[in-house]
């Protein structure tokens, strides 16, 4: 299976500031990466799909890049409800997969 | 909106089987990939298996041994069933649909999840 690591694993900034959130694949993901935020007592959110697609409603200061083995998601200038858990997933090799996650990073207010 | 509930026992007895059915309101679950993750508590994410409205499935192989997924269109649900379940398998489980647009298996729609609790 295709391990996804996440870094850093917390990321202390404040308002207005940029922020940057790596997730490295063990193997090829191709164009296929995936970002969700989750908040306490939430599911998680889709913010972009397919590396560098934005779902629907999600405000244009929420970027995704990369390909192959290294994404990027950028959050151009952080609102206060941006401080949350980010997971990246990718969807595996057809026709074995498994679908995975990575573990997670923690976005805190510095 | 697309909404998904998960309904169940919160609480299963080692080695028994954990059963839980997600419903879907507000559009059909035709032609859409299903899936079960599951999130213990405090930790991050995994994918159980999905379910296609057609009936095939894909599991996670750490849990393809013990996982059926199911669908039952007429009722716009589908379900999951865990057997043997051990204290490991305490978790937040969430119900999703596949982005039916995303090469990449994208969760567009969550449910709120349930927790199921193994406990004797």
């Known amino acids: 299976e295709i391990v996804l690591t996440q870094s850093p694993a917390t990321l202390s900034l404040s308002p207005g500031e940029r922020a940057t959130l790596s997730c490295r694949a063990s193997q090829s993901a191709s164009n296929y990466l995936t970002w969700y935020q989750q908040k306490v007592g939430q599911p998680p959110r889709l913010l972009i799909y397919?590396?560098?697609k934005r779902a629907t409603g999600i405000p244009a200061r929420f970027s995704g890049s990369g390909s192959e083995t290294d994404f990027t998601l950028t959050i151009s200038s952080l609102e206060p409800e941006d401080f949350a858990i980010y997971y990246c997933q990718q969807r595996g090799k057809w026709p074995l997969f498994p679908i995975t996650f990575g573990q997670g990073t923690r976005l805190e207010i510095k | 909106q697309v909404l998904l509930q998960e309904s169940g026992p919160g609480l299963v007895k080692p080695s028994e089987t954990l059963s839980l059915t997600c419903t879907v309101s507000?559009?059909?679950?035709?032609?859409?990939?299903w899936s079960w993750v599951r999130q213990p508590p405090g930790m991050g994410l995994e994918w159980i298996g999905y379910?296609?409205?057609?009936?095939?499935?894909n599991y996670n192989p750490s849990l393809k041994s013990r996982v059926t997924i199911s669908v039952a269109t007429s009722k716009n649900q589908f379900s999951l069933k865990l057997t043997s379940v051990t204290a490991a398998d305490t978790a937040l489980y969430y119900c999703?649909?596949?982005?039916?647009?995303?090469?990449?298996?994208?969760?567009?729609?969550w449910g709120q999840g349930t927790l199921v609790t193994v406990s004797a």
């Open positions: 999703a649909r596949h982005k039916s647009d995303s090469s990449g298996y994208a969760f567009d729609y």
């Open positions: 379910v296609y409205y057609s009936g095939s499935t």
């Open positions: 507000g559009g059909s679950i035709n032609s859409f990939y």
């Open positions: 397919d590396t560098s």
